[in-house]
Every structure is written in C-alpha cells, then in structure tokens.
C-alpha cells in the first residue's frame, strides 16, 4: 500500500513562508503525477498546486506566483515552498499521489495532511 508522509505545517505570521514536504513509499516515477491540496472546513477540498510525472506544473489562481510545488526524484519527496504566506491560505495541506489504470481512468492516494496556521 502506498504511503504518503507528509511534515511542515505549523503557524506562521502573515507574510512568512514554510516548506512543506511530502515522503512517498514508492518511487515518484511510479505515479502520473503528484500534488498538494488544502482543506478549510466547511469548503471544498482545493488542488494548490500539481506536478507531472516528466515536470509540467500547474497552481491555484490564488498561489501563482507564491508557492512552489517541486520533486527530489531520488528521496521520493516532494515538496510545497510557501512564501508570502495570508491568513486564507490557513489549512490542511494533503499531499496525494495520482495513478491511472488500464483504462487510464485515474485514482489517487491520499496522506493524513499537515496542518498550517497563518495567523499574528
């Protein structure tokens, strides 16, 4: 079964960063892509940002130009640089990892999520 490990989270001030990581079980190869996402309770789980198996990212209109999604192929690790970092990006970040079956029909795997608090 395949784990997905995420660390990181905490509480920032306004306009500070973190860097989350996300510790895969398997090799990162193995998935057609992974990514971050973040859940406020009470909305919809959001895609922050997504990274392709051979490199093509995409992110949120509301974290372009802020975060970073990258990979290092050889720890399995992906990670999730924040930088100016506003009280509504407050949630937890769930790293998830993306396979596609025979029929290319995708399905996904899921970590336990890290919480990050932004707040003075």
């Not at 025979?102 to 999520?113: F, L, V």
Request: a positive charge.
């Amino acid at each position: 079964q395949v784990q997905l490990v995420e660390s990181g989270g905490g509480l920032v001030q306004p306009g500070g960063s973190l860097r989350l990581s996300c510790a895969a079980s398997e090799s990162l190869f193995s998935f057609e892509a992974m990514a971050w996402y973040r859940q406020i309770p009470g909305k919809e789980r959001e895609l922050v940002a997504r990274s392709a198996r051979w490199g093509s990212s995409k992110y949120a209109e509301s974290v372009k130009g802020r975060f970073t999604i990258s990979r290092d192929n050889v720890k399995n690790t992906v990670y999730l640089q924040m930088n100016s970092l506003k009280p509504e990006d407050t949630a937890v970040y769930i790293c998830n990892a993306e396979r596609r079956d025979t029929d290319n029909i995708p399905y996904y795997y899921w970590g336990q999520g890290t919480q990050v608090t932004v707040s003075s």
